[in-house]
């Protein structure tokens, strides 16, 4: 029962997914849903992203530097280990796990609420296709979604870097000349290529289970808490799923 159940979710999903492109809410109309989806789950999303990056590029740093014991292993590991670790798996998929908490449920509570309130049952009443015109603006938004993950990029390396140097553990030229070694730019394009596919699952799935839920309002932090399980573990799944298809060619 529970496999169907599932089966049934995902093609429901699809639908969606179709629906969102069907019947188009007009531009003038649709601008100004954008720039509000930017401003909310892109701009106010920039001080957490800053934050948790920053400190966690440290944390990588530091244990890096703690973990080479040895005196003939070279310090300069310290600032390649931090941006490998950043740039391939922090910046684009831990930051979206912790985005799938803040955005996905902001997302969820906002949909399900208009579900809850009736207002969703009016936008279809007055002839909007209420799934695109709640969704659509949602996933352009999240096309800047990368924007914030480059920004976190840098953080992170800067925050290995300041940790590094100030704490003792390397100083500035071996860090840098770490960062600097061996670099390959695909590894750039890759966690780009994910980021991109992170932000549709970012903004399709929250939007999903509150679109489609059903009940009152503690119906609608179930559904929150539901939401950001799904999401994180699409995030996971496709994490694995692109890492093998990117890297191990």
Same mark, same amino acid.
């Not at 993950?149 to 003792?168: H, N």
């Not at 980021?195 to 549709?200: W, Y």
């Given at each position: ?140 938004? *999240?096309?800047?979604? #990368?924007?914030?993950? +480059?920004?976190? /990029?840098?953080? @992170?390396? $800067?925050?290995?870097?300041? !940790? ?37 699952? *970012?903004?399709?799935? #929250?939007?999903?289970? +509150?679109?489609? /839920?059903?009940? @009152?309002? $503690?119906?609608?932090?179930? !559904? ?26």
């Amino acid at each position: 029962m529970m496999l169907i159940r599932y089966i049934s979710q995902i093609g429901k999903y699809f639908l969606m997914l179709q629906e969102i492109f069907r019947k188009q809410t007009k531009w003038s109309v649709m601008k100004k849903l954008i720039f509000k989806e930017i401003d909310d789950l892109i701009i106010d999303s920039l001080g957490i992203v800053a934050f948790i990056s920053f400190f966690v590029g440290g944390v990588v740093s530091i244990q890096t530097a703690l973990n080479l014991t040895n005196p003939l292993i070279p310090k300069y590991l310290i600032g390649f280990a931090t941006r490998q670790s950043v740039i391939l798996e922090f910046a684009p998929t831990f930051i979206s796990v912790i985005m799938a908490g803040k955005m996905g449920s902001f997302i969820t509570s906002s949909i399900g609420t208009m579900r809850v309130t009736e207002q969703i049952d009016a936008l279809e009443v007055m002839g909007v296709n209420s799934v695109n015109y709640l969704v659509f603006p949602k996933i352009i938004a *999240l096309l800047l979604y #990368p924007f914030l993950i +480059g920004i976190a /990029m840098f953080l @992170g390396i $800067l925050g290995g870097w300041m !940790a590094g140097v100030y704490g003792g553990f390397t100083n500035s030229t071996d860090f840098i000349t770490g960062a600097q070694m061996e670099f390959i730019p695909f590894h750039v394009v890759y966690a780009f290529i994910k980021t991109l596919i992170f932000a549709l699952l *970012l903004a399709t799935i #929250p939007s999903f289970h +509150g679109y489609y /839920m059903k009940g @009152g309002a $503690l119906e609608v932090g179930k !559904a929150s808490t539901v939401a950001f399980v799904w999401t994180a573990v699409s995030i996971i799944l496709f994490n694995y799923i692109l890492t093998q298809l990117l890297l191990s060619a």
